[in-house]
């Protein structure tokens, strides 16, 4: 199972040109392979082709970590099943990661993620936020990331600064979702540019800074 996943990987990365090191390579199979075994137990994600799930929860990550330093804290709002913020951390190894989850299911899942990869600097916060004010301890930060969210209902009503200066928001949405930030900013935060994803036409990073 997991090389076949090994295969499909590599494959699909070469695609957009990125060559992933051994390690790398091995903590996306270690990710890969818990998210099957917990998935028996809990309904962790809706899609069940393999193709789909290195496109979407490898490949969309792995296409982006060029938007993404080396260094600061990077929260990711609504981190489900730890996409697309771990396999983040797993290219960007010295990233302070904070994984915010509001299920507590779905938080055990990340820490045992973490807790296998050894992934130093990463830890879930498990927390419904229903605000912006509900992060504030977790703010600024210099990068902030989300994926099938509700964005404006959770980032209005701004009341303490989310980036850094320099800081950038990556929200992997639709094209429609991300093209309607264009002209209505959100949370003091302006969309700078998207970037098409691999998985088709209709997903899209959209780039949004202070």
């Known amino acids: ?37 917990w998935g028996r137990r809990m309904n962790l994600t809706g899609l069940k082709d393999e193709e789909q799930i290195v496109r979407r929860h490898f490949l969309e990550p792995i296409a982006a970590a060029d938007l993404v330093g080396e260094e600061g804290r990077l929260v990711d709002l609504g981190s489900g099943n730890g996409f697309p913020a771990i396999p983040l951390k797993i290219l960007r190894p010295r990233l302070e990661l904070v994984l915010v989850e509001a299920s ?26 229903r605000g912006i004010a509900d992060l504030a301890d977790l703010l600024p930060c210099r990068y902030l990331t989300l994926r099938a969210i509700r964005v404006r209902e959770v980032l209005k009503k701004q009341t303490v600064s989310i980036l850094e200066p320099g800081g950038k928001g990556l929200f992997f949405l639709s094209a429609d979702d991300a093209e309607s930030l264009r002209d209505r900013p959100v949370a003091g935060l302006r969309l700078v540019a998207t970037r098409p994803l691999p998985t088709g036409p209709g997903s899209v990073v959209a780039i949004l800074e202070p």
């Not at 040109?17 to 199979?29: Q, Y």
């Not at 820490?111 to 879930?124: D, Q, T, Y």
Request: hydrophobic content about 45%; charged content about 35%.
């Open 1 to 37: 199972m997991v090389s076949v996943f090994r295969d499909r990987l590599v494959t699909c990365a070469r695609s957009i040109g990125r060559s992933l090191s051994e390690k790398e390579i091995e903590a996306f199979e270690t990710h890969y392979r818990l998210l099957r075994e």
């Open 104 to 129: 507590e299911k779905k938080s055990a899942f990340l820490w045992a993620v973490l807790r296998e990869l050894h992934l130093e600097g990463a830890r879930v916060v498990t927390r419904h936020v």
